[in-house]
C-alpha cells in the first residue's frame, strides 16, 4: 500500500521540495480549480499525473481526515536524517531542538512548522513513544515536514552529551523555575529541550540540561500546550540574534 499526504500546503511543498517520489495526485470531483493552480503548475513540472476522484474516495483513503480534497501517493516513505547528519552540516550560529516524547502528532507537527519558520538547524526525537512522521503530522506541518531535517535517536541524553561536546549550550523549557526565558543568552550554540505533554521532561534528560527555563504565567494555568511553548521561545531566540 502507497504511503500518502494530503491537504494543499503539505503536497504543494512536497513537490517543491522534491524529496519524495510522488507517484500521482488524485482530487476531488469538487476542488475549486482557482485555488490549485500552484499545485498544478508544480504537478506539471515534476512530472506527477493527476486524477480526479469521488471525494468519498479520498475520505476513505484519509480514514476521515481533512484532506482538503486533495491526496499525495508516494512510492516510498520520507528519508529522515542522522543525527551525525545533522551535526555535520550546522549553521555558524546552531539552534537544534530535542522533543522529549511528544506523542501527540498534531502537537508534533506544529513544532516542526515552527521550527522550520524560526531557521532550526535540526529536530531530535526518541525513536520509541514519540508520535511517528506520519500524514497527520505532515498535514499539522503545512508542509513544513519536507524541509525540516528530523532525526530519530535512541536516547537523547548521550546526544545531550555529543552536542556539549561540540560547544552548545542545552537548555529544557519547564515550569517552576526562577529563570526567565527572556532573560538567558540566547546568541550562543543552543539546543533546546520541550518535554511530553502532561509529563515534562524526563528527570534524566533534565538533569543533564545545563539550564531550565521557565516562560512566566499570570493566569489560572500553569502551563502552555508544548507547541505553543516552542513557538514562543523559538521566536524569543530568534528576536535576539536578530537585534543589531
Sequence with gaps: MSEYIYGLSPV????????????????????HPARLTDLTEAARRARVPIERRDRRELEMLTRGANHQGIVALMRAAR???????????????????????IEDPHNLGAILRTCEGAGVDGVFIPSHRSAPLNETVAKTSAGALEYVRVALVTNLVPLIDQLKERGFWVVGIEGGTKTNYTSF????????????????????????????????MRGQLNSLNVSVAAGVVLFEVLRQRLQK
Design 185 to 216: 543568552d540566547l546568541k550562543v550554540p543552543l539546543a533546546v529541550v520541550f518535554g511530553s505533554e502532561g509529563k515534562g521532561i524526563r528527570r534524566l534528560v533534565r538533569e543533564n540540561c545545563d539550564e531550565i527555563l521557565s516562560i512566566p
Design 12 to 31: 504543494l511543498e512536497a513537490l517543491r521540495a522534491g524529496r519524495r517520489s510522488i507517484t500521482k495526485i488524485l482530487l476531488s470531483a469538487g476542488a
Design 79 to 101: 528519508q529522515e536524517s542522522t543525527a551525525d547528519e545533522i551535526l555535520s552540516s550546522l549553521s555558524p550560529l546552531p539552534l537544534v531542538v530535542l522533543l522529549d516524547n
